[in-house]
């Protein structure tokens, strides 16, 4: 089977095509080209993307590294509430953790409640009424914290404004300043 006509030669003498139609033709022939010949033919070969730097640390803790507590939720449970411990108390120590050293200093630098002068993280987990999903958000919660730590944020490049810039803030300036100053009422003397 022959490859589909260019759009060229399907718009060749069709009087009254709008440009909407010949719009939609073309987006219509470029998804075409995207996904592949109708006929079955083979796709195009995706291109390869170079790997992105991360910053991000895929870090999971170990689970002798946790501490769990249960203790009593005052969360929903109605009367439930009362007579068992579905609340969580976690614990991680983050001196004797597997964490990067980098990682470390920057958690114990933090001025986050939930790290304690020891260095030890503290999450209380209590949103559900299962004591199994109460462990399972506290360890997720960790791993948020301990993602948002090894996160190093871009250094800022100084950079200063060009010189056309300047003329355009100062131009536009001076008209607010013009359009200001018509507003005025004029003294009458």
């Given amino acids: ?18 440009p909407e ?12 080209i995207a996904c592949g010949p109708a006929w079955g033919g083979p796709a195009p070969a995706p291109r390869e993307q170079p790997p992105m730097p ?12 946790l501490e769990f507590d249960a203790i009593r939720a005052s969360g929903p449970g109605g009367q439930n509430v009362n007579k068992v411990s579905n609340a969580v108390h976690l614990r991680f120590d983050i001196r004797a953790s597997s ?14 409640q939930r790290i304690t002068s020891e260095g030890v993280v503290v999450i209380k987990a209590q949103d559900s ?27 800022r490049r100084a950079t200063k404004p060009t010189y056309g810039s ?6 536009g300036k001076s008209k607010r300043s ?8 004029k003294p009458d003397y």
């Fill in 1 to 18: 089977m022959s490859p589909s006509p260019s759009l060229a030669a399907l718009n060749a003498g069709k009087p009254g095509r709008s």
């Fill in 21 to 32: 139609g010949t719009a939609m033709q073309a987006a219509s022939s470029r998804l075409h």
């Fill in 54 to 65: 991360s910053s991000e640390l895929n870090w999971h803790p170990n689970p002798d590294e």
């Fill in 99 to 112: 964490l990067p050293e980098a990682v470390k200093a920057r958690l114990l630098a933090w001025a986050d």
């Fill in 129 to 155: 009424r299962s004591l199994e999903r109460n462990r399972a958000d506290a360890v997720a919660r960790l791993v948020e914290l301990v993602q948002a730590a090894a996160h190093v944020p871009k250094a």
């Fill in 166 to 171: 300047q003329q355009r803030r100062l131009e």
């Fill in 178 to 185: 013009d359009v200001k100053a018509g507003r005025r009422s």
